[in-house]
């Protein structure tokens, strides 16, 4: 990998498996919207970040100190993808499956955002995720300027645990507002510690999590892959129950992957959402 510093962008070239496409539209992200020139702006740890692509680099308009500080963790750039992809490929099957989801890489993102946005994505599809999540953060988040448009922060526990599912109601969230506002209670509160919950055992993270109302198995390793970057998380839904069922029977286990469960899982979804199988 190189970082070149330009004018108003840092250019990183020489980094394979960095495809903005595939990694911010593959399920695991909900703040990512296209131009209509193929890049992409975004909003994280409260900063606004366009990411677009050209030829073999990616080019982020951030600065240095904002690079090392947050970007560079943020999109796990020194982890070597290609490598792991290689580890992966144990059958016919998933050397489909990273062949097409080259290119991913699973964002660290921030915890709380992460959980509260996977319990509204629950019975959800991914348009109407990301119209909640916007106005969640325009109602309850912090004004950001960039480009000449406004943009908002995610909202933290510490507000949303003080609102009522009344006030949720204009979102249109549903259920699901109880469940938002009762987790931000117990993240507020301290009865729930994401970031000392990262390094501990995967089962006891997982059985943490569920205890947060409305959280169950999905949710927690979604949690537990996207937002505490525990790879060796495997989500199931849907798609993914058929996927292995097809191709692993009844007695799949993700510790086939081991420890990169979580990167498999997102190779296998997007391969299988986006293919027939």
Known sequence: MKITIHKNEIEISRIADF?????????QCFRWDADKNGSYTGVAFNRVIKA????????????EDELESIWRNYFDLDRD???????LCIDDF???ATDYGMGIRILRQDKWEALCSFIISQNNNIPRIKSIINSLCREYGDEIK????????????????????????????GYRAEYI???AKAISGGEINLDALTACDPDYTRA???????????????????????LGAFPLDVWMKRAVAKHYGSGFDPNIFSPYAGIAQQYIFHYTRNTTF
């Open 208 to 230: 943490e999590l569920k205890k947060l109302y409305g959280v169950g198995d999905k949710v927690a390793d979604c949690v537990m892959l996207f937002g505490l970057h525990m």
């Open 81 to 87: 993808y290609a490598a792991i992809r290689e580890q």
């Open 146 to 173: 960039f480009e000449g448009n406004k943009y908002y922060s995610f909202p933290s526990s510490d507000i949303l645990a003080y609102l009522t599912p009344e006030k949720l109601a204009p979102l249109r969230c």
């Open 94 to 96: 998933m050397q489909k």
């Open 19 to 27: 495809n903005l496409k595939k990694t911010f539209e593959c399920g």
């Open 52 to 63: 677009r692509s050209c030829n073999d680099s990616i080019y982020l308009s951030c600065n």
């Open 181 to 183: 506002i009762r987790s």
